[in-house]
Protein backbone atom coordinates (compact mmCIF):
# COMPACT_ATOMS: atom_id res chain seq x y z
CA UNK A 1 0.00 0.00 0.00
CA UNK A 2 1.38 3.18 -0.76
CA UNK A 3 2.03 5.92 1.44
CA UNK A 4 -0.09 9.34 1.07
CA UNK A 5 0.76 12.71 2.63
CA UNK A 6 0.01 13.06 6.38
CA UNK A 7 -2.11 16.49 5.24
CA UNK A 8 -4.21 14.06 2.94
CA UNK A 9 -6.73 11.30 3.89
CA UNK A 10 -5.55 8.14 2.31
CA UNK A 11 -8.17 7.67 -0.32
CA UNK A 12 -7.85 11.23 -1.57
CA UNK A 13 -6.96 10.05 -5.08
CA UNK A 14 -9.04 6.59 -5.19
CA UNK A 15 -11.66 7.06 -8.33
CA UNK A 16 -14.20 5.62 -5.91
CA UNK A 17 -14.08 8.45 -3.35
CA UNK A 18 -17.42 9.60 -3.27
CA UNK A 19 -16.89 13.08 -2.32
CA UNK A 20 -14.66 13.58 -5.81
CA UNK A 21 -16.71 14.87 -8.38
CA UNK A 22 -16.89 12.51 -11.24
CA UNK A 23 -17.44 15.09 -13.52
CA UNK A 24 -15.39 18.28 -13.07
CA UNK A 25 -17.70 20.86 -14.88
CA UNK A 26 -20.84 19.25 -14.09
CA UNK A 27 -23.79 20.62 -12.36
CA UNK A 28 -22.27 20.39 -9.38
CA UNK A 29 -22.14 24.44 -8.69
CA UNK A 30 -24.83 26.22 -9.94
CA UNK A 31 -25.72 29.88 -9.90
CA UNK A 32 -28.50 30.91 -7.26
CA UNK A 33 -30.96 31.80 -9.88
CA UNK A 34 -30.85 28.25 -10.86
CA UNK A 35 -31.40 26.64 -6.96
CA UNK A 36 -34.76 25.11 -6.61
CA UNK A 37 -34.58 25.92 -2.72
CA UNK A 38 -33.11 29.58 -3.71
CA UNK A 39 -36.42 31.04 -2.24
CA UNK A 40 -36.03 29.15 1.22
CA UNK A 41 -34.36 30.64 4.50
CA UNK A 42 -30.64 30.94 4.76
CA UNK A 43 -29.17 27.93 6.45
CA UNK A 44 -27.60 27.68 9.47
CA UNK A 45 -24.51 27.67 8.16
CA UNK A 46 -25.16 30.78 5.89
CA UNK A 47 -25.97 32.88 8.57
CA UNK A 48 -23.17 32.18 10.74
CA UNK A 49 -20.97 33.10 7.80
CA UNK A 50 -22.55 36.02 6.24
CA UNK A 51 -22.61 37.50 9.76
CA UNK A 52 -19.03 37.04 10.44
CA UNK A 53 -18.40 38.46 6.98
CA UNK A 54 -20.06 41.79 7.46
CA UNK A 55 -18.53 42.13 10.90
CA UNK A 56 -15.35 41.97 8.96
CA UNK A 57 -16.46 44.72 6.79
CA UNK A 58 -18.14 47.20 8.67
CA UNK A 59 -21.55 46.09 6.84
CA UNK A 60 -24.83 45.40 8.62
CA UNK A 61 -26.53 41.96 8.54
CA UNK A 62 -29.28 41.61 6.91
CA UNK A 63 -31.32 37.51 8.62
CA UNK A 64 -33.95 38.02 6.36
CA UNK A 65 -31.79 36.97 3.08
CA UNK A 66 -33.07 33.50 1.52
CA UNK A 67 -30.80 31.09 0.73
CA UNK A 68 -29.90 32.33 -2.77
CA UNK A 69 -29.13 36.16 -1.79
CA UNK A 70 -26.99 35.17 0.71
CA UNK A 71 -24.94 33.08 -1.85
CA UNK A 72 -24.62 36.45 -3.29
CA UNK A 73 -23.87 38.60 -0.47
CA UNK A 74 -21.20 35.70 0.96
CA UNK A 75 -19.26 36.44 -2.24
CA UNK A 76 -19.85 40.19 -2.36
CA UNK A 77 -18.09 40.09 0.99
CA UNK A 78 -15.83 37.90 0.47
CA UNK A 79 -14.19 39.90 -2.23
CA UNK A 80 -13.90 42.67 -0.28
CA UNK A 81 -12.63 41.26 2.81
CA UNK A 82 -10.44 38.88 0.76
CA UNK A 83 -11.77 35.77 2.33
CA UNK A 84 -12.74 32.42 1.15
CA UNK A 85 -11.19 32.55 -2.12
Not at 7 to 13: G, S
Not at 41 to 57: D, I, N
Not at 70 to 82: C, M
Request: glycine letters at 8%; hydrophobic letters at 25%.
Amino acid sequence: MAKTPANQPPDAEAPENPKRDPEPGSNTIKDPDDWTTGEERMTGAQASYLKTLSEEAGEEFDPSLNKADASRRIDELQAQTGRGR
